[in-house]
């Protein structure tokens, strides 16, 4: 078997994707390419856990937050050599060679693409202190500095980093305001009677929360024209700031893949074993690849749930030693359940599936429209399924319990095995 196997993306996708080499046998070299100089971390905690962590300045450095937020190393990739905090540049596959930022030049026998994605940020001109994005520690660090009882925070995009991120905020004694530009926080992938449901929890609290705007404009502060003191919302309000969070989506990271000739349009594109187009040697793993899952219409797409990238790691492996063993792939489908969680108020919403496929709800426990003017668990138990015509595609609850959450897994689990099965 060819011996190297470089890896380009040194979060989780990345990390998964070494163990699972390793674990299926692999035993040439491994090195995994990363943009951070950190180690791998999980991230959903940063928009909680690290920006509502007490106040500490003892316990406050990087090194502290990183130990954690940090993956624990298993014992089988003791061996695998690291390049951390020199990015990848570009790439010739036919080649088979990786360029890296500092210059070093490495050659692959296999290739795993895993460099994630990276937020977008609002294209205003103007003060550019006390703007902020949550994507790494380093950012989650620098916007929990600025979190003060008083601070005035405008939280850009109601989706679920920008809802936790204000929640958050709001808990640590922040003016929160939302601006979202749909009708609805969390309509995409909730609807609009779950997202108005947390609406009336964020209000509840003292999230004030702006739909359909969006911030026209920035404004500096008399005494220090690089820090900003308000925004202008679309409509032409004027908020007073000293924080504005852009929670407003993200671009993959496929720069460095230019000029080999891929499709690139939104990710990388890939077929159901996780092989980049035409190039039996290259995978990818993540919220970077977009492929086809066979139980949701096989129509091609980016998923980014924090389950993907373990998931699409042990499929990306497996098709890749198969090539480099020279043996065929598993004759499988894949088609990975995808699952979140976010916390909001106290409230746990935990989902499987596919809700923004549904093309309508039924609500199967509890009551979204109970007062939480008093308090937000008054939603706890309530349950939410989604369903195309009558098959059901995704489920959504608040606050379940253990079994509850396994029931309602196993029918969509079931539901979309039928899928596969027809």
Known sequence: MPSHVVIVGGSMGGLRAAEQLIANKFDGVVTIVGDEKHMPYNRPPLSKDVLAAERDDQNSTLDHWHSSVAFRQRKSIADVRWRLGSPAVSSDLGAKTVTLADGEVLNYDGLVVATGLRPRRLDLPGPQSGRHVIRTLDDAIGLRAELHPGTRVIVVGGGFIGCETAATARKLGCEVHIVEPMAVPMIRPLGEEFGNALRRVHEASGVHIHTGLSVEAVVAAAEDTSRLSAVILTDGTRLGADVLVESV???????????????????????????????????????????????????????????????????????????????????????????????????????????????????????????????????????VGYYQGSRLVGVVMLSPSPVTARNYREAVETSRAAVLTS
């Open 249 to 383: 989506g993200s671009h993959p990271n496929v720069e460095w893949l230019d000029g080999n000739g891929l499709d690139l349009g939104n990710g990388v594109l890939c077929d159901n074993h996780m092989r980049v187009e035409s190039r039996p040697e290259v995978v990818a793993v993540g919220d970077i690849a977009r492929f086809p899952d066979p139980a949701t219409g096989n129509i091609p797409r980016r998923i980014e749930h924090w389950c993907i990238p373990t998931d699409t790691a042990k499929r990306a492996a497996a098709t890749l030693i198969a090539h480099l063993s020279d043996e065929p792939c598993p004759d499988v489908p894949f088609s990975p359940l995808p699952s979140f969680w976010s916390d909001q108020f106290g409230l746990r919403l935990q989902g499987y599936g596919s809700p923004g496929d549904a093309d309508h709800i039924s609500v199967l426990e509890g009551d979204l429209s109970a007062p939480v003017d008093q308090d937000p668990s008054a939603l706890d138990g309530t349950v």
